[in-house]
């Protein structure tokens, strides 16, 4: 049981209880990064260049529920055969560019365009942050993406991981067990010394369930102005932040 | 086969034939870090506070060879069950306290001296070498040390790698194939698009049997002053360098 019940967040002082805590894993899409602006703003520039008149709004909404979010629950449920999220995201994508009709783009088009999800930009505030905590947490992805997505977004977008952990690595998905405690086995850490940070209370909660502690950052723009929100914070999480500067003030850094 | 043979060092121009390289992989120990001069700093610096005459160097060269590069051989035949690179330093480790006779230390200072191998110091080129390298490729670490310990050594040592791959991740060690297959495969490219960097001739040999590039930077101090030496590279290794700061003007960066 966590011994740092959900308080409103303040300045200071840190907050002690969780002295335990050496390494900060982070849920990415979403919580990191702001995936549906950065696909949208990379079909709306294809979309000029192809003379195209097609919804980026929805065409990005529907590859992330039905290529990401729904294929994983179909792999985990063993209706799909376990492939990577690179692999999910081009079945997805090739799909939908029949569905709306978008011809004559050429394999290596394609494949780029596949590879938006390796070029999304992190919220305002996620680097920041993330500079701040790293002077006192080991940092890690703990995301679905794949190890090369993860690997590239993190250059590109300069976000100062100390290692990448893909859940590729043991051939699951969150909020699989075995993706969790991928973490801490991989850090040689206890379950306790290890917090994931997320903007989504499933994922958090299936980390705590495994002896994780956690870190709600709820991101209300994710999916978009006036788009649906994640719940209100569960009292069980240890940590609840607006951002990733405010996460690294509740913890010390 | 490769199309750059092995020629002498020049500033520039930069090798064009090694252009498809898009990821740089390094063996760590010996490669990047002084592991010699590292053990045995903290070595004497633990007998001073004990009052212990132990022959450091001594103490260190055998828990190299015996404890990691003789360990390693019986795992790979089946001698010894796998287990990762800190727990075959810390079965050497406690017979050498034994043979040695150093005694009363607590669990804690074992476990803590065990992990000297988190705390190896770069060469002095290495980190500004590989500065110069990220701008241009991936950089990673393929080594046999565990994943905690490539990443605990880097956020030490400000080591600037953009993701961890440790040998770890696949039960396996180099020089297995399944080592080396990994690192193309995590990282989504063709094996002539990564070279492996080394100190070893023998790691880039196996290296280049599974299709990478190979880049060899001798390191004549490696096993301290008047130690054994490498053999004289191969005229199949790709890329050969003093040291990281020659190999990234070898390489245009």
Tied chains: 1, 2.
Excluded at 121 to 136: E, K, N
Excluded at 149 to 156: D, E, I, P
Aim: hydrophobic share 45%; charged share 25%.
């Amino acid at each position: 049981m966590p011994d740092a019940p959900n308080t409103p967040e303040t300045a200071d002082p840190p907050d002690a209880s969780l002295d335990a805590v050496k390494a900060l894993v982070f849920d990415v899409f979403g919580t990191v990064v702001d995936w549906r602006g950065s696909v949208i703003r990379e079909g709306e520039a294809l979309g000029r260049r192809l003379g195209l008149a097609v919804d980026w709004e929805r065409f990005a909404d529907e590859w992330r529920r039905v290529g990401y979010r729904d294929a994983i629950a179909r792999v985990r449920r063993g209706d799909l055969p376990w492939m990577n999220a690179d692999a999910l995201h081009r079945r997805q994508l090739d799909a939908q560019l029949q569905a709306y009709g978008i011809a004559g783009l050429a394999e290596a088009e394609i494949d780029h365009f596949n590879r938006v999800w390796h070029r999304l930009d992190p919220w305002p505030d996620s680097v920041p942050g993330l500079t701040r905590l790293r002077h006192r947490f080991v940092l890690s992805p703990l995301s679905n993406g794949s190890f090369a997505l993860l690997t590239n977004m993190a250059k590109r977008a300069a976000i100062p991981w100390d290692c990448i952990l893909s859940t590729e690595l043991v051939r699951a998905y969150k909020p699989d067990a075995a993706a969790y405690a991928m973490a801490h086995t991989l850090l040689n850490l206890a379950p306790h010394e290890v917090m994931l940070v997320a903007a989504h209370a499933g994922d958090l909660r299936a980390a705590r369930a495994c002896g994780l502690r956690t870190g709600y950052v709820p991101r209300p723009l994710e999916h978009g102005p006036g788009g649906p929100q994640e719940p209100e914070p569960d009292a069980a999480f240890d940590v609840v932040a607006t951002d990733f500067e405010a996460l690294a003030g509740r913890l010390g850094t």
